[in-house]
C-alpha cells in the first residue's frame, strides 16, 4: 500500500529531512512542531535541500516544484494528522513527552494511521504502551542527515501487528531507504553496535594505545569504514553519545557500555564536538 498522507511532528534535525525525503517521494506532507518558531527554519532547510538536489543534477526542477507543493506546515497538531496514512513522531527524546504525544495521536489520526516513532534508543513497547492500540505502533529510525542515509531501522515491539511492520517495510521502500528489521531492544541494533565500537575507541585513546587520528584511521583504513568511530562521535555529539551510553549500560548490564571517564570529562568541560568546536578533533567552520 502505497502512503499518500505523512504528518511528521518535530521540525528539527530528524524532522524536516523526514519531510524532504517524504515529499520527493510522492506524499503530501504536514510537518507541526509545538514550538512554532521552529517550523521557518526547517521550511528553509527543506529549500536548500531542493536546491542543492538540483544544483547537484540528482533533482529536476519540475520534480522539486511538485515535491514542494505537496509540503505543508501546520501549526495545529489535529489538522497535520488528521488524514495521515502515515505520522512520524520526531520529537524529543523523552518517554513522557512521546507517550502523550502519542496518546493525543491516537485520538487525532485516523484509526487506520500508522503511527511511527523515531527514537533512537527508548523502547518503542514503551512509547506504544500509551495508545489503546499498540499494534499500530512501530519504530521508525531514521539517520542523520535523513536525505544522504539509507538505512532505516524498522523496529518491532512485542504487540506490533504483521501488518503494521508490512506497512512500515513498504513505506521505507517508497522513500527509497532500505529498512532492516530489529527488536525492540535497547540501542536496537546500529546504536548498540556503533556505540560498541566508539567507547572502545575511547577506552584506547584513554590508554595512549594510539592518537584519535590513528584509532579513526584503524578504522577508515582496516575496515573500509567511512568515518572513524572518534570523528563520529564528535559529529553525532559528545553529550548525544554519552547519554545513549548511560542509558545502554542501565538497561543491558554489560560493562562495555559503561562511559569511559574521558567522555565523561570531555562532556563537563563543553568539548561536545563539532557544534562546540572540540570534542575528540578541533573543528572550525
Ligand atoms: N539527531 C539525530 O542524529 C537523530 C538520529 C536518529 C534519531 N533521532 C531521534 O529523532 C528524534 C528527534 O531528534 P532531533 O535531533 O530531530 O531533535 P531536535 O531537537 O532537532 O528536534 C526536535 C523538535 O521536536 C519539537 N518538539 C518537542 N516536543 C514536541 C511535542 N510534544 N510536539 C511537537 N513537537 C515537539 C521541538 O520543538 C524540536 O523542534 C529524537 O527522538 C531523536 O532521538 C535523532
Redesign the pocket.
Known amino acids: 500500500m502505497t502512503a499518500r498522507a505523512v504528518a511528521v511532528?518535530?521540525?528539527?534535525?530528524?524532522?524536516h529531512g523526514i519531510a524532504y525525503v517524504a515529499t520527493l517521494a510522492g506524499c503530501s506532507v504536514a510537518l507541526?512542531?509545538?514550538?512554532p518558531e521552529?517550523i521557518p527554519p526547517a521550511i528553509r532547510r527543506i529549500g536548500d535541500l531542493y536546491t542543492g538536489g538540483v544544483k547537484r543534477g540528482k533533482l529536476g526542477e519540475a520534480d522539486v516544484a511538485a515535491a514542494a507543493a505537496r509540503l505543508r506546515a501546520d501549526r495545529d497538531?489535529g489538522s497535520a494528522v488528521r488524514e495521515a496514512d502515515v505520522v512520524i513522531e520526531?520529537?524529543?527524546?523523552d518517554l513522557g513527552?512521546k507517550q502523550?504525544?502519542f496518546a493525543e495521536l491516537e485520538r487525532a489520526a485516523p484509526a487506520t494511521a500508522l503511527l511511527a516513532t523515531?527514537?533512537?534508543?527508548l523502547s518503542v513497547g514503551a512509547i506504544a504502551s500509551a495508545v489503546r492500540d499498540p499494534g499500530r505502533v512501530v519504530g521508525l529510525?531514521?539517520?542523520?542527515p535523513v536525505h544522504a542515509m539509507k538505512l532505516v531501522e524498522v523496529v518491532t515491539h512485542e504487540r506490533t501487528e504483521p501488518g503494521t511492520l508490512d506497512r512500515a517495510l513498504a513505506f521505507v521502500r517508497q522513500l527509497g531507504k532500505e529498512p532492516i528489521v530489529v527488536k525492540d531492544a535497547p540501542g536496537f541494533a546500529s546504536s548498540r553496535l556503533g556505540l560498541a565500537l566508539g567507547l572502545e575507541a575511547m577506552r584506547m585513546l584513554e590508554q595512549g594505545v594510539a592518537s584519535a587520528e590513528d584509532i579513526d584511521k584503524a578504522m577508515e583504513l582496516g575496515y573500509n569504514h567511512p568515518m572513524g568511530p572518534l570523528k563520529l562521535t564528535d559529529l553525532?555529539g559528545l553529550d548525544v553519545r554519552l547519554a545513549i551510553a548511560e542509558y545502554l549500560h542501565q538497561t543491558l548490564e554489560e560493562p562495555q557500555f559503561e562511559p569511559p571517564q574521558i567522555l565523561r570529562d570531555k562532556v563537563a568541560k563543553g568539548e561536545l564536538g563539532k557544534k562546540a568546536g572540540k570534542g575528540f578533533y578541533r573543528w572550525s567552520d
Open positions: 511532528i518535530g521540525a528539527g534535525t530528524m524532522g507541526t512542531d509545538s514550538r521552529a497538531l520526531a520529537v524529543v527524546e513527552v502523550r504525544l523515531n527514537t533512537s534508543s529510525h531514521f539517520f542523520n553525532v
